[in-house]
DNA sequence: GAGCAGATGATAATGATTTTCAATACTGCA
DNA sequence: TGCAGTATTGAAAATCATTATCATCTGCTC
């Protein structure tokens, strides 16, 4: 139940920048926009590619990725487990919990949190222009212990 | 005028885990320890070590890196730039604001903020372990432009 | 349908970090 | 203080994620 629209929105900010419309560009722009794989990095999907077409390379990924980044259409996200991970760039901005057992990423939002991010900066005499707030965590167990 | 304090303060937390307290890791110690060096990375500490004692090796810097995080002896940031950046445990927690055009680094604490972080994590059913809050700007400039 | 610039795949290179392993040096104990 | 036994070291090679090289191929324009 692949949104093709999604697909084709990607596909189009490509062209826009005077990019081709490859065989290999279309698969792996089809998996950023499967809602399914949440922040796949890009083994992931250079393994999701390769099942649709077996001959396409990871460099070929790498390289579609750092395309579109650069177009906007997608973010990369570095999270301290040394590789970066992808999403297709969301119209809002949101940050990420994720859940320290799982691998699992959780995205939400604080209106209150930006805006003493904006106070902060500029009480220091700075503004931003882009930032990252990352949370940590565990699964709370109700009761549970071990 | 090392604080040579600080440093000590670094060796017990080593000697305390059962290490044992070598030359190389008295000088990549002490150099984590002075207040200079804001947050060097890996290669950084390497070359200042290398100053002090010329047979020290890199590998041996990562190694007591590790070890020293793993005693949460020192902190280590992975901001996006692919290399890791390490600093002492400072007893109270802070978040960074990097500057865009210098690369300085700025600490700063918000409990408000960290506050809202509880709040939303909680929400999600959550427990915050730890928190990554960077903010990337650039220097206000009062009234001039370019 | 031809031609060419841009894209691809295979492979090698890179940069940061980690592992291997034989040699060395802390530490506790005699 | 000397010494054994183990943790630690340095040198070199291995990993891991990512990027560059380069000859070949293929969208795309005419």
Redesign the pocket.
């Known amino acids: 139940m692949t949104t093709s629209t999604d697909s084709d929105h990607l596909l189009d900010l490509l062209?826009a920048s005077?990019?081709?419309?490859?065989?290999?560009?279309r698969v792996i722009v089809r998996i950023l926009a499967e809602k399914g794989g949440q922040h796949p990095?890009?083994?992931d999907i250079f393994r999701r590619a390769v099942r649709e077409?077996s001959?396409?390379?990871?460099?070929?990924v790498?390289?579609?990725?750092?395309?579109l980044e650069e177009q906007g259409a997608i973010q990369r996200h570095?999270f301290s487990d040394?590789?970066?991970r992808y999403e297709p760039a969301a119209g809002e901005h949101h940050d990420h919990l994720i859940d320290m057992d799982t691998g699992d990423v959780i995205e939400f939002h604080s209106e209150k949190i930006e805006q003493l991010q904006e106070e902060i900066a500029r009480e220091l005499g700075y503004e931003i222009v882009h930032h990252r707030l990352e949370l940590y965590g565990r699964k709370r167990k109700a009761g549970k212990r071990r």
Chains 1, 2 share one sequence.
């Open positions: 062209k005077g990019a081709r419309i490859t065989k290999p560009r990095d890009a083994m077409d001959r396409i390379s990871l460099p070929t790498y390289r579609t990725l750092k395309v570095a040394g590789r970066s």
